[in-house]
């Protein structure tokens, strides 16, 4: 079987920790290799995964024939930058969420990347684990009625001060982490995009990202909520609610890949669990972008659709400066 060559730019603990056991083990993909701005760094990481080339640079990275596809792990300031970089390379990139800080870099980058020739994914692992292709099921076969409202909370506790998620320049901050995804879910289950929205938001004392934020999102007929947090317990789950029944989805984001997800679903006739056996969604997602880039076929999911979500974010942070309702545009 044809597999993608892949290079990583970062040896970020996000990669190591989540995406390079299973996509070692993917039939279509090949980590070609990995790039730090660190040779030392670099060359550890390559050795402990046996992946077989390591770079003590970026440009070096780019600059390697051999490589198709580059997958982008980053801190958020940086994707635009290396978006672009990567283009000008010729390989095709996975970019981690947020695609961008704001949503005329992103428009930016995907006309950048069209101009260029390659292809541009967010990467939005949730979408490829079964149990949210199950819930879009239910939702559009009418099972639990039209939907009225869906709520989603998404935490965890972060101290340091040292952490890119605390560093406000480094598009640090809960929306941007982990909202994105909140925001994200709405958008993916309903298949629409929302009028206007309101959010509030807490900074966090010292480091100024936001710590504590709350968004309501008017979908015209259907309202989404969201609290998520970067000083709160660890916690994450989604309420859909219908006119016949209602949805709940336990762990909807971090899914483990070594035991069963469950979605719980309850209408007039009962409750029932539904479990999904184990599955790594971060493997499936890069399958799939592989799949579209070796086979010539459309991509999972389009970069306008990182685009709509990055609008819907720039509206919240919009909202919590004004205070008031806030257009999404």
């Known amino acids: 079987m044809q597999k993608l060559k892949i290079g990583v730019l970062g040896a970020s603990n996000h990669f190591i920790k989540r995406v390079v ?13 990995i790039a730090s701005r660190s040779d030392i760094k670099a060359q550890e990481v390559a050795k402990e995964f046996s992946i077989a080339n390591h770079y003590g640079s970026y440009e070096a990275l780019l600059a390697d024939s051999n490589i198709d596809a580059v997958y982008i792990p980053l801190p958020n300031h940086m994707h635009a930058e290396w978006i672009k970089k990567s283009a000008d390379a010729g390989k095709h990139i996975l970019c981690e969420k947020p695609l961008c800080m704001n949503t005329a870099e992103a428009e930016d980058v995907l006309e950048y990347t069209q101009r260029k020739g390659v292809a541009l994914t967010e990467a939005f692992m949730y979408k490829f684990h079964p149990q949210w292709q199950f819930v879009r099921d239910v939702i559009r076969t009418n099972n639990i009625g039209k939907i009225n409202y ?3 909370s998404f935490s965890y506790n972060n101290p340091s001060p040292n952490n890119i998620r605390n560093i406000l320049e480094y598009g640090g901050g809960a929306i941007r982490d982990i ?5 994200s879910v709405p958008r993916f289950i309903l298949d629409k995009e929302p009028d206007q929205v309101v959010s509030h938001v807490t900074k966090h004392p010292d480091f100024k990202t936001d710590m504590l934020s709350s968004a309501l999102l008017d979908f015209g007929g259907t309202r989404a909520s969201l609290h998520v947090g970067t000083a709160s317990d660890g916690y994450q789950k989604v309420d859909i609610v219908g006119t016949a029944g209602n949805i709940i989805v336990h762990l909807p984001f971090n899914t483990y890949s070594d035991v069963p997800a469950k979605v719980t679903v309850t209408t007039g006739i009962g409750v029932r669990e539904v479990s999904f056996d ?3 969604q971060y493997g499936l997602m890069f399958e799939a972008f592989a799949d579209s880039i070796i086979n010539k076929k459309p991509l999972p999911f389009t970069t306008d659709d990182a685009i709509l979500n990055q609008k819907v974010m720039d509206a919240v942070f919009r909202s919590a400066s004004t205070k008031g309702w806030e257009l999404v545009d």
């Open 21 to 33: 056991l299973p996509v070692m083990q993917l039939d279509n993909v090949e980590l070609y290799g």
């Open 150 to 152: 869906i709520h989603t």
């Open 179 to 183: 909202g994105c995804y909140a925001i």
């Open 278 to 280: 184990p599955v790594d």
